[in-house]
């Protein structure tokens, strides 16, 4: 089964309005990762926040990370047509060794 | 820097053929790997590297070799081609290891007939 698992799995909003994706996840982490895919394209790294860390921005994103929920959320603000994308959450699950666990993604799409 | 490259970009096989995929980064990362992604689902890991001549398994490792000769390149071979290996895969590299964030290569897209 997935480690991480991203809700919704797709998301229609209007350009302007805010998005929210869920990660959740099994077992305990070092860090969480969140990760954007366009079309046919390879993933770009977003933002990374470590198990000791509630909160952390970077521009119109924000990222909370519940430990004792297991579980991160990635808030998109003042959305934008080229927000439009899949978003992964990933995580360095202890137990997994040296290596990052990729959830199923959430399908964003942002109508203009 | 170039980043992470790969190739070739597009690639058909015939069930049973064989074929080395090509990675290479520029970055000096230790941390190098390999995923596949099916339609519509996120990356499974298929084999990673901590370093020049250490490879370790991922989730789906049937099927596929890795060696690391270099700390620049990290190919993945396809021993015998089947359908089930149609797919698009990407090649990642990350400073040392999954608490850093990785950057990844523009995929290949493998189609086995």
């Known amino acids: 089964s997935q480690q991480g698992e991203e809700d919704p799995q797709a998301l229609s909003i209007q350009e302007g309005e805010n998005a929210t994706m869920n990660c959740s996840y099994k077992?305990?982490?070092?860090?969480l990762q969140w990760y954007r895919q366009n079309s046919g394209r390879g993933l770009v790294h977003l933002i990374l926040?470590?198990?000791?860390?509630r909160e952390k921005h970077s521009g119109r994103l924000r990222v909370t990370l519940d430990t004792s929920k297991k579980s991160s959320s990635l808030l998109i603000t003042a959305s934008r047509a080229a927000d439009t994308a899949s978003y992964f959450c990933?995580?360095?699950?202890?137990?997994?060794?040296?290596?990052?666990?990729f959830g199923p993604g959430t399908r964003l799409s942002v109508l203009p | 820097n170039a980043g992470v490259t790969q190739t070739p970009k597009f690639q058909v096989l015939k069930t049973g053929q064989s074929m080395t995929l090509q990675c290479a980064q520029d970055?000096?990362?230790?941390?190098m790997s390999w995923y596949r992604q099916d339609p519509g689902m996120g990356l499974r890991l298929i084999h990673y590297?901590?370093?020049?001549?250490?490879?370790d398994q991922g989730e789906v490792p049937n099927g596929y070799n890795v060696s690391r000769s270099t700390t620049e390149d990290f190919p993945l071979r396809l021993l015998s081609a089947a359908p089930s290996q149609t797919s698009v895969y990407f090649c990642?590299?990350?400073?040392?290891?999954?608490?850093?964030?990785?950057?990844f290569g523009p995929g290949t897209r493998l189609t086995v007939t």
């Open positions: 990933a995580t360095d699950a202890r137990g997994y060794g040296q290596n990052f666990v």
């Open positions: 077992t305990s982490i070092n860090n």
């Open positions: 970055m000096n990362h230790e941390y």
């Open positions: 926040i470590r198990s000791n860390e």
């Open positions: 990642a590299s990350s400073y040392r290891d999954a608490a850093y964030e990785q950057y």
């Open positions: 590297s901590v370093g020049a001549g250490i490879t």
